[in-house]
């Protein structure tokens, strides 16, 4: 999305200093409210299953911009940006991040970030946006020939045509792993893996809890029981490295293995430092949770 394409730093967070839960709440296990149908799932019925190849990533704006307009640890750091078109557009419209020769997107395509819900980025040159958008600005602007855009009451697609068969929505694995994130502010999808990886598909994805505590969590659909206990054996040798984390190996021949930890603005462990790992490596570490068995 947009910032995952700033991020992928190797995991430097220290460990953990030994005491109870009670002195140390990073020490109590993160729980992940469950959802048997993600959001996650009717963002993908807009984009065709093609795209089942392509990285995915997914931010909810109006979240981000308030996360961001409160930072001042630098745990949002990476939600400063989010990829539409051919350069990175910003959260803040007022906070031109050091791109002070950026071209504006209402300039160039007849809409700015405000006018922007959420974003949806496909591989590298397509966007799904909700929000609410000018339709003549649109098609008057000096981009409106070059892209295609496509716009409905309040979706514009960006260089990626409404999809017109099967989505995403009708993918068995695409829809487990949404739907082990369930609803998340921000989320990155890798590619689905072929059958020699550990994992089929694996995503990570962001919340705030209703006390404000913004967690992270891992979800990595295997290929086999196998490869599931394969990857659960790596992310627990890191474990101790995320705060409250706990593995789990789900039910079945091809099980979900999760994480989830408590974010801090520290390198590793703020909101979207792990996307690189989680969809490259199918885990956390960066030692083993590779391509190959």
């Known amino acids: 999305m947009r910032i995952s394409r700033l991020i992928g730093r190797v995991v430097a967070a220290a460990l953990l200093a030994g005491c109870s839960a009670a002195e140390n709440p990073d020490k109590s296990t993160v729980v992940w409210p469950d959802a048997e149908h993600s959001m996650l799932v009717d963002v993908f019925k807009k984009v065709s299953d093609s795209a089942a190849q392509e990285r995915i990533d997914y931010l909810d704006l109006r979240t981000a911009r308030g996360l961001v307009a409160k930072d001042k640890s630098g745990m949002y750091k ?11 557009a910003h959260v803040i419209p007022e906070d031109d991040g050091g791109y002070d020769l950026r071209p504006t997107l209402k300039g160039t395509y007849g809409y700015d970030e405000k006018d922007v819900d959420t974003a949806v980025s496909v591989g590298v040159g397509g966007n799904y946006l909700t929000g609410r958008f ?3 600005a649109i098609a008057e602007s000096s981009a409106a020939g070059d ?3 496509l716009v409905g009451d309040n979706a514009l697609y960006r260089s990626l045509g409404q999809p017109t068969g099967k989505t995403l929505a ?23 893996y072929p059958e020699k990886s550990n ?3 694996t995503a990570v994805g962001g919340r ?17 029981r196998r490869t599931a206990n394969t990857m659960a054996k790596e992310m627990r040798r890191d474990i101790a490295n995320y705060p409250g984390a706990e593995v789990t190996i789900g039910k079945g021949d091809t099980p979900m293995v999760t994480m989830a ?11 979207g430092d792990q996307t690189e790992y989680a969809i490259h490596r199918g885990g956390v ?9």
Do not use: M, Q
């Open 78 to 88: 990476n939600l400063w940006f989010y990829y539409v078109h051919d350069f990175y």
């Open 134 to 136: 000018d339709k003549k």
């Open 147 to 149: 892209w295609h855009d």
């Open 170 to 192: 009708d993918d068995p694995a695409h829809v487990a792993v949404a739907n082990c994130l369930g609803d998340v502010y921000e989320a990155s999808f890798g590619p689905k």
């Open 199 to 201: 994992a089929l598909l």
């Open 208 to 224: 705030i809890t209703s006390s404000g505590t913004p967690i992270s969590k891992i979800c990595a659909l295997a290929h086999s």
């Open 261 to 271: 930890w408590r974010n801090k603005p520290k390198p590793g462990l703020r909101p």
């Open 285 to 293: 570490s960066s030692r083993a949770l590779d391509y190959g068995r």
